[in-house]
């Protein structure tokens, strides 16, 4: 019982392009460790449901407009807002699988022309993640998957521009994986980094920031 023993839970991440798999495989990765007994929950990031997070999907949806730098920090308030209850339940032991982060926000907001270390900045002192998973998969292919919802940023050229920014903010908490591959064999790739990461948080690795 992770409770008792007073081991914290995993941060993990999925970044990728729209069409990766990513939430696909956050939902299969949830069940894994349900499954396995862990204390787990799956968020995405926008929360929609928040006053902030209304104000993101209204800019998504092209129902608002709004400054670039106005909906990045809005992006990045949307996260800030969860912070305490993030941490509180990694503390209590429940591991936890975010489908985007703060990459997404540096990385959708630079390709689309902001500075990169402006980008960054609103999000240092949020918690950083134990694990990024990158689904990796070349623009045009995650294109031809079909399934743009026809939201603001679900266009070839600007994915295009956000896949070179994700390779930026590349580091050693990160694993890329193969996303064109058949979702079962991503999925068996995955479980098995998530398990790793899950035990090395047990075995009390520290909670830090980002980004650092
Ligand atoms: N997005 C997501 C950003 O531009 N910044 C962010 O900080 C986050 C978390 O919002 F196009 C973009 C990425 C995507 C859009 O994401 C909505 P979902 O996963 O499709 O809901």
Redesign the pocket.
């Known amino acids: 019982n992770n409770q008792r023993s007073g081991s914290r839970g995993a941060l993990i991440v999925l970044e990728g392009l ?1 069409r990766s798999g ?2 696909s495989q956050s939902c299969r990765l949830l069940s894994y460790l349900e499954g396995l007994g862990h204390p787990v929950e799956s968020w ?3 929360d ?1 449901n928040t006053g902030v997070g209304q104000m ?1 999907s209204a800019y ?1 949806a092209n129902k608002s407009q709004l400054d670039d730098h106005a ?2 920090l809005l ?2 308030a ?2 800030w807002e969860k912070r305490s209850l993030m941490e509180s339940k990694l503390r209590s032991g429940t591991t936890l699988i975010v ?4 990459f ?6 630079s390709a689309k022309g902001l500075d990169f270390e402006w980008c960054k900045a609103p999000e240092m002192g949020l918690l950083a993640p134990d694990l990024v998973l990158y689904l990796e998969i070349p623009p045009e292919k995650a294109a031809e998957r079909g399934g743009y ?1 026809g ?4 266009q070839l050229e600007l994915q295009k521009k956000v896949a070179r920014s994700y390779q930026m903010l590349y580091d050693a908490s990160w694993k890329a994986i193969d996303a064109s591959l058949p979702i079962e064999d991503v999925e068996k790739q995955l479980r098995e980094m998530v398990l790793d990461c899950v035990t090395t948080c047990q075995k009390g690795k520290a909670l830090s920031n980002l980004w650092s």
């Open positions: 729209d990513k939430t995405r990031f926008p929609r993101i998504l909906i990045h992006f990045s949307n996260r489908d985007r982060y703060s997404s926000g540096v990385a959708f907001s919802g939201e603001r940023y679900e």
